[in-house]
Nanobody
Framework: QVELVESGGGLVQAGGSLRLSCAAS????????MGWYRQAPGKQRELVAR???????DYADSVKGRFTISRENARKMVYLQMNSLQPEDTAVYYC?????????WGQGTQVTVSS
């Protein structure tokens, strides 16, 4: 049994910021690479950012320098700080393991960036 619950999305003006949170009730969280993904309307789900068990990070080129992924292993939490948001960032954002195999996908949290 696993559960991924994303929160923190909302409507924001271009240039604004949001912080997404993921409560990850997954097995062996502390040794898992975790990631944030997003799916925009009409597009496939894509990896946005990953963080290793020890806190090393990697980002998609489209968000590098603007987004920051982090984790708190003791709380089984993953965060995505999103700055300088652009309309192109509009999507449903999901957290999951950082690679295949994945846990069951949660409902995600909607991020809408208006121009």
């Amino acid at each position: 049994q696993v559960e991924l619950v994303e929160s923190g999305g909302g409507l924001v003006q271009a240039g604004g910021s949001l912080r997404l949170s993921c409560a990850a009730s997954v097995m062996m969280f502390s040794i898992r690479m975790m990631g944030w993904y997003r799916q925009a309307p009409g597009k496939q789900r894509e990896l946005v950012a990953r963080v290793t068990s020890t806190g090393n990070t990697d980002y998609a080129d489209s968000v590098k320098g603007r987004f920051t992924i982090s984790r708190e292993n003791a709380r089984k939490m993953v965060y995505l700080q999103m700055n300088s948001l652009q309309p192109e960032d509009t999507a449903v954002y999901y957290c999951n393991y950082g690679g295949d195999p994945y846990a069951s996908w949660g409902q995600g949290t909607q991020v809408t960036v208006s121009s």
